[in-house]
């Protein structure tokens, strides 16, 4: 593996930030391959021992229907993983992968992995300390560009924090909404303007308590912006 | 800890999916503890050796700026989890921890923590099996929200390919370009339409590669719809 392929290997979403040795040590002795457009990496149903990091290439990743169709989960391009999830929780691969441009590949097998952790555990809470951290980033992104106007913001937020139930439910909010406005990215004074309009829907609140009438209403008025 | 603190537990986003047993372990003897509205957790600079799990009650993350203002981070709620990515990664806390409404809060200590995952990796494992999984399902939200229009979705798409620095790039696809459209979730006719029209911003495409001029422009071109 030469030092391009190291560089975008420490670039990929699952080692950011990994320090240089834990990462090398991780890798071990396997050397990059080269696949041609065709084949077949792995098959559902197959055992997941490995997963793969794109150096060079595309990868796709679909499921056979029972009509004998293929429904494409994912395209995966350089720089990106695969098979991370099946393989760490031990699991058959749920879907099959294909080589669909030219490409190189690393993979890490999950022996290889297991041993690595358990002879040094800092290496998983490395790993675990930059996805929690990406995890959260990426919660506040969705959060706040789901809801693009105050109204679709406060809904989106109060519904993350109901149970998934339908019907009735109470929230209990700190004292402050000057926080919650904070949290939300929004002026204090709009929260309190969302507060009044949420009354048009049936949502009102008393004093630190917000009380939903019904889980699936508020869901729908979370949701009238997402175009997805 | 009853029924319902270790059900709430079990659904955060660390947690979730991982076998009841693992997460008994993680949990060990720890007990959770009420704490008061304006109680300091920790201390920007101390050092990081516990997360929590909040069970009710909402928690204040904030950093003291050089004015001596406080610059909110963010504002956590029950069923959240904080302060692990610092506490995974053996750092010092980059922030202050504040109860802002009566909570109760379960606290993991690093070295406990880090102890289970040596003794069995598998923890580990399975925490990264989830959070790589979440972490997957974000991210192709993001990429599918913040591009509301093919137009977008494509420059967001190719500028998450692109590398950090500014001026040209080309980026090398599929042969099949249908397989991008899969990916972005348009159809095959509206990817070639969007191609067509991003000649007009000088981006052309030959075979199947992408000429991009100036990857800057790419970027404001991916940005325009992004109100965040």
């Known amino acids: 593996m030469d030092r391009q392929d190291f560089e975008l290997l ?12 834990m990462l090398q040590r991780l890798v071990g002795n396997e050397a990059p391959r080269k696949y041609q457009k065709g084949h077949l990496l792995f098959q559902q149903g197959d055992q997941a021992d490995h997963f793969y990091v794109i150096l060079s290439g595309w990868v796709k990743l679909f499921r056979l229907m029972p009509t004998g169709e293929e429904a494409i989960v994912h395209i995966f391009a350089a720089g990106e993983t695969f098979a991370e999830a099946a393989m760490f929780a ?13 490409a190189r590949l690393l993979s890490i097998n999950s022996n290889h992995f297991e041993k690595q952790i358990a002879e040094s555990p800092k ?15 990426l919660v506040t992104e969705v959060e706040q560009v789901k809801g693009r106007n105050s109204l679709e913001r406060v809904a989106f937020f109060l519904l993350s ?3 998934k ?5 109470v929230l209990e909010l700190p004292y402050e909404k000057s926080l919650i406005a904070s ?3 929004i002026k204090p004074e709009s929260f ?15 004093k630190n308590q917000i009380i939903i009438p019904d889980v699936e209403q508020l869901r729908q008025l979370a949701m009238d912006n997402d175009s997805t």
Chains 1, 2 share one sequence.
């Open 10 to 21: 420490s670039q990929t979403r699952l080692f950011r930030g990994l320090p240089q040795d």
């Open 90 to 102: 031990g699991h058959k691969y749920p879907v099959t992968a294909e080589i669909v441009a030219d």
């Open 123 to 137: 290496i998983a809470l490395a790993m675990l300390a930059t996805t929690a951290e990406r995890l959260k980033q």
């Open 161 to 163: 924090m109901c149970s």
């Open 165 to 169: 139930e339908p019907g009735p439910t």
């Open 183 to 185: 949290r939300l990215n």
């Open 192 to 206: 309190s303007r969302v507060l009044n309009k949420l009354r048009h829907y049936g949502i009102t609140s008393k």
